[in-house]
Antibody, heavy 121, light 110 residues
Framework: QVQLVESGGGVVQPGGSLRLSCAASGFTFSSYGMHWVRQAPGKGLEWVAF????????YYADSVKGRFTISRDNSKKTLYLQMNSLRAEDTAVYYCAKEAGTPSYYYMDVWGKGTTVTVSS | QSALTQPRSVSGSPGQSVTISCTGT?????????VSWYQQHPGKAPKLMIY???KWPSGVPDRFSGSKSGNTASLTISGLQAEDEADYYCCSYAGSYTWVFGGGTKLTVL
């Protein structure tokens, strides 16, 4: 079945870096755009970044632009999120989510279980 | 990229109907028919309930329905059941491959 499994979360100091991974299975990874969405403790969902199916274009929320980089390796069926210059407000559960694809590309139909990032000294 | 506005909480008794609103702007909710709704139980990942304003993914009961008028989208849950108690989030495409979520609504089944 379609599955997304995030990893790479942990505790990092302010100003530090972390790279998250999302391993995909059960679908043709290279055919779908992919998102990162985060949820701070006790807060709502926040869209973070999106990459198109081939990684040719990448888009970011203003809150992470210039600090986070989304990328993908279609040969490994893996999505990444490189997070630099981390701040306390980046503390959250980070979910990867799959674009639904044809006929509608504008929603996320499958989500991983998330990985927790804590930014603290 | 301001969050869409949802009521913090709604409640209803089993068998009743509740409606959750989601207000944005002409740049997101009002500008596209690409509103989706997600259900999230505590400690769990979000689950898609409605997409493209009013369409159901397979496996979602038709007790859940969506609509939109102007800059406000709505999710209506009819025939409330205990298992519907959860947080609900709306999400809208906002153009240029960006998305925006609502702040979330906690549904309590009394």
């Amino acid at each position: 079945q379609v599955q997304l499994v995030e990893s790479g979360g942990g505790v990092v100091q302010p100003g530090g870096s972390l790279r998250l991974s999302c391993a995909a299975s059960g679908f043709t990874f290279s055919s779908y755009g992919m998102h990162w969405v985060r949820q701070a403790p006790g807060k709502g969902l926040e869209w973070v970044a999106f990459t198109r199916y081939d990684g040719s274009n990448k888009y970011y929320a203003d809150s992470v632009k210039g600090r986070f980089t989304i990328s993908r390796d279609n040969s490994k069926k893996t999505l990444y999120l490189q997070m630099n210059s981390l701040r306390a407000e980046d503390t959250a559960v980070y979910y990867c989510a799959k674009e639904a694809g044809t006929p509608s590309y504008y929603y996320m139909d499958v989500w991983g279980k998330g990985t927790t990032v804590t930014v603290s000294s | 990229q301001s969050a869409l506005t949802q009521p913090r909480s709604v409640s209803g008794s089993p068998g009743q109907s509740v409606t959750i609103s989601c207000t944005g702007t002409s740049s997101d909710v009002g500008g596209y028919n690409y509103v989706s709704w997600y259900q999230q139980h505590p400690g769990k990942a979000p689950k898609l309930m409605i997409y493209d304003v009013s369409k159901w993914p397979s496996g979602v009961p038709d007790r859940f329905s969506g609509s939109k008028s102007g800059n406000t989208a709505s999710l209506t849950i009819s025939g409330l059941q205990a298992e519907d108690e959860a947080d609900y989030y709306c999400c809208s495409y906002a153009g240029s491959y960006t998305w925006v979520f609502g702040g979330g609504t906690k549904l309590t089944v009394l």
